[in-house]
């Protein structure tokens, strides 16, 4: 997603919120509680769904709109927090796979899985 499109959601999100007088629930705290409840949604769509299964079952149209609607309502509540807490998105995330970049040498670390010490 480009700057603009971020920038362009952030103010259709907050639109949104306004046309409803919802900013006043929108707290750091109340947005993160909602933004785990749509990652938790997310989450029980595969939650028995074997992992080598995983991409060919969601590729069915009513399994992949469904999978597309809970995606959304995570990306919707991401941007609106970081609304809410004056967050770049878009900078934040360049800077992160920047420093990815030098914490994870493609030439050292491909084919395997990242751990944390």
Known sequence: ???PEIAELTRLVREFSTERD???????KSVILALVGEVGELAELFQWVPAHEAVERFSSPDRHERVAE?????LV???CLADVLGVDLGEAARAKLAASHERFAADQVRGVAPHKP
């Open 22 to 28: 919802w900013q006043q629930f929108h707290d750091p």
């Open 1 to 3: 997603m480009s700057e």
């Open 70 to 74: 809970e995606m959304a309502d995570v």
């Open 77 to 79: 509540y991401l941007v």
